[in-house]
Every structure is written in structure tokens, then in C-alpha cells.
């Protein structure tokens, strides 16, 4: 609970705690995407030396989500990568928390095209964003990261959630250096609902060279990805896990938000699998 609460307080009493559990940050980083200029929160452990670092791609914000807030989801995860050994980027994509007023936010474009062209509109547009400006975002994310000194660029594995893990295959699918990917509940909103996702996904698997986590809660919205691209993967003999934890919370958001709030039900598994790729 102590640490929960001073995070919620700020950064400046949250830094102090952290830093005495033996955890730098968190500290804000700026990031050139084209003529954009986004923010990210980066932790990192104490010491010196190049570190494995993870790049986390957060799910959709704004629009019709008035509930979730961003900076404090991400500021959840951070410490408990650091406290693992792994510098921690939670980078804010266009118009998202501490990049607002830098570009257009997402979930504005789809929900508007849902509003005005339906459901086919707003997959139509998901699907552009994930293969352009979403997907330049995390790109010019990677490569900040690769310039730092702290950051062993042959240890760098990608964590997305919900929109950020379907756009995290897509990452993966073209940063093949990239050493590991870990998706929660990806597409698990809007794989029954985009036929023009399903097969973007599946064919970003069949590409992808490196090690694939994928999770779920059993009450997410829909289970049907991780079990579809799970069994693509097995179908090509790659390198991957499928995840699919009992219910979690009251109602299908919660549990599709499984990443923030069942941290202790998913932490053993995650880092056993990015540890045994990363951290040897």
C-alpha cells in the first residue's frame, strides 16, 4: 500500500520511496517522432552499466475513456520492472497524458469514425493508425532508447497492453532486433469486431522472429486472440506462451486491465519468461 499511495502523490515524494528500494525515477524523457516531440517516463535500477530495458506501449486513451489515467497506470508498472533489473520506458504516444498537444490522439480518430461511419469506419482507422503514426511513435521510442549509454541495445524487449499489444506485434514485426514481446489482453476489445484486424495480427505473428508472450484474463472482453494467434504460432513451431489467467476482477474492463491491477498474479510468469531471453 505505501508504495501505491506516495506514486499517487507525485513524483517528487514517489522518486525519494523508490530510490531507497534501490530504483531511479522516474524521470521524464523527451522523444522525437518526426516533427513531434512526445514524453515518457523512464525508470531505471540502481548502478551503473548498460541494463535490459523494456519499451512499454500503452493501450488507447481519451475519447470515450474518461476512466483510465495513463500516467498513473504507467507509474504502476515502472517500479516493478526497475526493482527486476530492467530500465522501464513508458512512453506517451501523440496526444496521450504528458504528450498532449503533440499530434492527434488515437481514440479521437476512431471514435469519430465510429460516430460517423460505424463500426467499419472506426476498424478502418485503427488499422491505419497501428501501421503509421502509432507505430512511428514507438519506433522513434526504440531508437532513443538504443542512443542511451544505460541501455544494452541487444537486451530491448517490447510490453504492450489492449491497442498498444496489437500494436506491439506490429513493432516487433518490423524491429527484428528486438529481443522479446509481451502482449496483455491485445485486440481483446476489437478482434470480433475487426475482421481487418484478425488478419493484420495474424500475419504480424507469422513474421515475427523473436519470442512471443501472450495474456488474457479469462473474462477479457474476448479470449479469442490468444488463442487464434497461439495456435498460428504452433502451427510454426515458434517460440511463444499463451497465458490464460482465471477471472479477474468484477466486470470484462477490469479484466482486461488485468496488466494493472493483477500485477502479483502475472509478475512470476512475465519475468521468468523475459529473465530467461533477457538476463542471460
Known amino acids: 500500500m505505501r508504495k501505491e499511495i506516495i506514486i499517487i502523490l507525485g513524483f517528487s515524494c514517489s522518486s525519494i520511496y523508490l530510490h531507497s528500494q534501490g530504483i531511479n525515477g522516474p524521470d521524464t524523457v523527451s522523444v522525437q517522432s518526426g516533427k513531434l516531440m512526445l514524453k515518457g517516463l523512464?525508470?531505471?535500477?540502481?548502478?551503473?552499466?548498460?541494463?535490459?530495458?523494456?519499451?512499454?506501449?500503452?493501450?488507447?486513451?481519451?475519447?470515450?475513456?474518461?476512466?483510465?489515467?495513463?500516467?498513473?497506470?504507467?507509474?504502476?508498472?515502472?517500479?516493478?520492472?526497475?526493482?527486476?533489473?530492467?530500465?522501464?520506458?513508458?512512453?506517451?504516444?501523440?496526444?496521450?497524458?504528458?504528450?498532449?498537444?503533440?499530434?492527434?490522439?488515437?481514440?479521437?480518430?476512431?471514435?469519430?469514425?465510429?460516430k460517423e461511419r460505424g463500426q467499419e469506419g472506426r476498424n478502418a482507422i485503427q488499422l491505419?493508425?497501428?501501421?503509421?503514426?502509432?507505430?512511428?511513435?514507438?519506433?522513434?521510442?526504440?531508437?532513443?532508447?538504443?542512443?542511451?549509454?544505460?541501455?544494452?541495445?541487444?537486451?530491448?524487449?517490447?510490453?504492450?497492453?489492449?491497442?498498444?499489444?496489437?500494436?506491439?506485434?506490429?513493432?516487433?514485426?518490423?524491429?527484428?532486433?528486438?529481443?522479446?514481446?509481451?502482449?496483455?489482453?491485445?485486440?481483446?476489445?476489437?478482434?470480433?469486431?475487426?475482421?481487418?484486424?484478425?488478419?493484420?495480427?495474424?500475419?504480424a505473428v507469422k513474421n515475427i522472429s523473436v519470442p512471443v508472450m501472450i495474456i488474457h484474463a479469462q473474462n477479457d472482453y474476448s479470449v479469442n486472440p490468444g488463442y487464434a494467434l497461439d495456435t498460428v504460432l504452433n502451427q510454426l513451431h515458434k517460440a511463444h506462451v499463451l497465458k490464460i489467467y482465471s477471472k479477474f476482477g468484477k466486470s470484462a474492463n477490469e479484466a482486461h486491465n488485468l496488466i494493472f491491477g493483477g500485477i502479483e498474479m502475472w509478475k512470476a510468469d512475465v519475468f521468468k519468461f523475459l529473465d530467461e531471453i533477457l538476463m542471460h
Open 42 to 114: 523512464l525508470w531505471k535500477p540502481a548502478g551503473t552499466g548498460k541494463f535490459a530495458t523494456i519499451i512499454f506501449c500503452h493501450g488507447s486513451y481519451g475519447g470515450s475513456d474518461t476512466v483510465h489515467d495513463p500516467l498513473q497506470q504507467v507509474s504502476l508498472l515502472g517500479p516493478v520492472f526497475a526493482t527486476k533489473g530492467y530500465i522501464f520506458l513508458g512512453l506517451f504516444r501523440r496526444g496521450v497524458s504528458l504528450s498532449q498537444g503533440q499530434g492527434i490522439n488515437s481514440s479521437i480518430l476512431m471514435d469519430n469514425a465510429l
Open 128 to 203: 491505419q493508425q497501428l501501421e503509421t503514426d502509432q507505430l512511428q511513435d514507438m519506433i522513434s521510442g526504440i531508437t532513443f532508447l538504443r542512443k542511451r549509454r544505460d541501455v544494452d541495445k541487444k537486451r530491448i524487449a517490447i510490453v504492450g497492453h489492449s491497442f498498444g499489444g496489437s500494436l506491439s506485434l506490429l513493432v516487433a514485426e518490423h524491429e527484428p532486433d528486438l529481443k522479446a514481446v509481451v502482449v496483455f489482453s491485445a485486440a481483446g476489445y476489437s478482434w470480433d469486431r475487426s475482421p481487418q484486424l484478425r488478419v493484420r495480427l495474424i500475419r
